[in-house]
């Protein structure tokens, strides 16, 4: 059964850094491409970057491009978001979930919460 726990949400200030983490089992993670997606109340689900197996390709949206970086280590099993220089806008919970770009499919994860006051 696929699973993917995400963590490392926090409240912080405007131009604050926080490091998301997403756990995956359950399905072969290392040959697997991963995406972070975003949720805000009243807005629909946005994706956010993605990558590819060993990490050959990341691609963000332009709304983060150049603030957030993707990464991963398959010897973990983790998927990760770092998030730099953030913005009230950013605030909204943080899904990982397979594939690497679009927001079809199942969110399977609980999310992480990310706030970012001024």
Partial sequence: QVKVVESGGDSVQVGGS????????????HSAHMR???????KDLEWVSGIS????????????KGRFTIS???????LYLQLNNLKTEDTATYYCALGIDGTDGTIRGRGTQVTVSA
Avoid: M, Q
């Fill in 18 to 29: 926080l490091t998301l983490s997403c756990v995956g089992s359950g399905f072969t993670f």
């Fill in 36 to 42: 972070w997606l975003r949720r805000t109340p009243g």
């Fill in 72 to 78: 991963r280590d398959d010897a973990k099993n983790t």
């Fill in 53 to 64: 197996p060993g990490g050959t390709r990341t691609i963000y949206a332009d709304s983060v």
